[in-house]
T-cell receptor, first 112, second 110 residues
């Protein structure tokens, strides 16, 4: 069966510091991968998606970036965090863009 | 563009009450429809789905029927429990694009 992991579970970072969040999927090959952000008490915002290694599409302009160095690994990064980057970051995978998305446990990021 | 509208929360019910969370969508053609549940501090879990008109998705006592004529996918449960307290998201996939509703927070009191 397929599983999706996110690391770390929680993170507290000062403004201006760098960020690296990791997402890995097991039990499937060549998945579509997604990064979402959920601000406190709000809905989901799609940040990035990837249909293959090295292929990244950005949905909104921001100071975040994403990379996919391996088939089942998706990384969310920032060179300098802003207060507004605080939130709950969710990674998801699907077999294709038309299929069900399955979510990871999330990373709670607090920028102080 | 495609969109999903779900009833605003929060919704507060007593244990064993009947639950309905309304969800309507806007899309041309036939999207696939989903309900996800998010428990506090966790990611989203797929609760149920339906991929064509008149399909009924069901899981853990929850049900939703894909109604093309009313463009709706309302979530129902006959008897809620305290453990059902969570945020519920309605969503669709159409033309390889996924859209989520804003979420409805449900609190069930003993």
């Amino acid at each position: 069966s397929q599983t999706i992991h996110q690391w770390p579970a929680t993170l507290v970072q000062p403004v201006g510091s760098p960020l690296s969040l990791e997402c890995t999927v097991e039990g499937t090959s060549n998945p579509n991968l997604y990064w979402y952000r959920q601000a406190a008490g709000r809905g989901l915002q799609l940040l990035f998606y990837s249909v293959g290694i090295g292929q990244i599409s950005s949905e909104v302009p921001q100071n975040l970036s994403a990379s996919r160095p391996q088939d089942r690994q998706f990384i969310l990064s920032s060179k300098k965090l802003l207060l507004s980057d605080s939130g709950f970051y969710l990674c998801a995978w699907s077999v294709s863009s038309a299929d069900t998305q399955y979510f990871g446990p999330g990373t709670r990021l607090t920028v102080l | 563009g495609d969109s999903v509208t779900q009833m605003e929360g929060p919704v507060t019910l007593s244990e064993e009450a009947f639950l309905t969370i309304n969800c309507t969508y806007t899309a041309t053609g036939y999207p696939s429809l989903f309900w996800y549940v998010q428990y506090p501090g966790e990611g989203l879990q797929l609760l149920l789905k339906a991929t064509k008109a008149d399909d009924k998705g069901s899981n853990k006592g929850f049900e939703a029927t894909y109604r093309k004529e009313t463009t709706s996918f309302h979530l129902e449960k006959g008897s809620v429990q305290v453990s059902d307290s969570a945020v519920y998201f309605c969503a669709l996939i159409h033309n390889n694009d996924m859209r989520f509703g804003a979420g409805t927070r449900l609190t069930v009191k003993p």
